[in-house]
């Protein structure tokens, strides 16, 4: 077996513990989400394109946890 099917194999594992990972801490991750988001208007002109960055990222985050329990 080569290394990239190896890789391919892994491809779901990843996914699982991604998504165990966001459906335990996924108020915290959103909540860093955030900081990153106000830190980034804070210290430039591009608040508003951070924000819309950190609304899709956390949108992302509620899907990949195959839960729609809105991560806000």
Known sequence: ???MDKLKGKGDEFKEKASDAVDKHG??????????????GD??????QAKSA???????????DGKNDDIK
């Open 1 to 3: 077996m080569s290394f």
């Open 54 to 64: 950190a609304d899709k990222a956390k949108d992302a985050l509620d899907k990949l």
């Open 27 to 40: 108020d915290k991750i959103a909540s860093g989400i955030d900081k990153a988001a106000d830190f980034v």
């Open 43 to 48: 210290k430039t002109k591009f608040g508003d």
